[in-house]
């Protein structure tokens, strides 16, 4: 079965600095996809950026970036120039893909953002 | 654009009550439906999935059971529930059959059991 482990319970950093969320998974597949999800207070899940474990180009979206390293069953997220609304549970999430099988989510998370 | 509700937003409930939470996804056709549950502190659990409807996916054994009446219908039920059922309860959706796995969540029910 595939697991996928956050080891930071929680991480700090100021407002317009970077900060770098760990997330590392376990599975014996070649082809599958990552997530990175956002959860605010009001505790719906957003999605922030997506691997595929196919493509070698790590994934960007504005802010946020991934380093994924596939041989090491690494996928850390970069956020760049923190804001406080990046305040939120970060949640690392893997996809077998190719069928209908949920997500397996790590444990989150908590990014704190210091004015 | 599609969009995914859910109702109610919170729940209390006694132990032993019945449990009917509903999950609705408009702007889309045949989708995969999934419920989670995420506990205090945790992660998601994937609890069911359904492909289409009448199909549906048990990842875990417990006295919830989930049902689709509908293609855009996913029920999440229980006869009787227990105090470890309290928790927040998120449904998502997928594109059946979409290149990119990705599940887009709704805004979720809080529920206790009290």
């Known amino acids: 079965a595939q697991t996928v482990t956050q080891s930071q319970p929680e991480m700090s950093v100021q407002e317009a600095e970077t900060v770098t969320l760990s997330c590392t998974y376990d599975t014996s597949e070649s082809d599958y996809y990552l997530f990175w999800y956002k959860q605010p207070p009001s505790r719906q899940m957003i999605l922030v950026i997506r691997q595929e474990a196919y493509k070698q180009q790590n994934a960007t979206e504005n802010r946020f970036s991934v380093n994924f390293q596939k041989a090491a069953k690494s996928f850390s997220l970069k956020i760049s120039d923190s804001q406080l609304g990046d305040a939120a549970m970060y949640f690392c999430?893997?996809?077998?893909?190719?069928?209908?099988?949920?997500?397996?989510f790590g444990k989150g998370t908590h990014l704190i953002i210091q004015p | 654009s599609q969009t995914i509700h859910q109702w109610p937003a919170t729940l209390v409930q006694p132990v032993g009550s019945p449990l009917s939470l509903e999950c609705t996804v408009e702007?889309?056709?045949?989708?995969?439906l999934y419920w989670y549950r995420q506990a205090a502190g945790r992660g998601l659990q994937l609890l069911f999935y359904s492909v289409g409807i009448g199909q549906i996916s048990s990842e875990v054994p417990q006295n919830l059971s989930a049902s689709r009446p509908q293609d855009r219908q996913f029920i999440l039920s229980s006869k009787k529930l227990l105090l470890s059922d309290s928790g927040f309860y998120l449904c998502a959706w997928q594109l059946a059959g979409g290149p990119q796995e990705t599940q887009y969540f709704g805004p979720g029910t809080r529920l206790l059991v009290l």
């Open positions: 702007g889309t056709s045949n989708p995969n």
């Open positions: 999430a893997y996809s077998s893909g190719g069928g209908a099988d949920g997500l397996t």
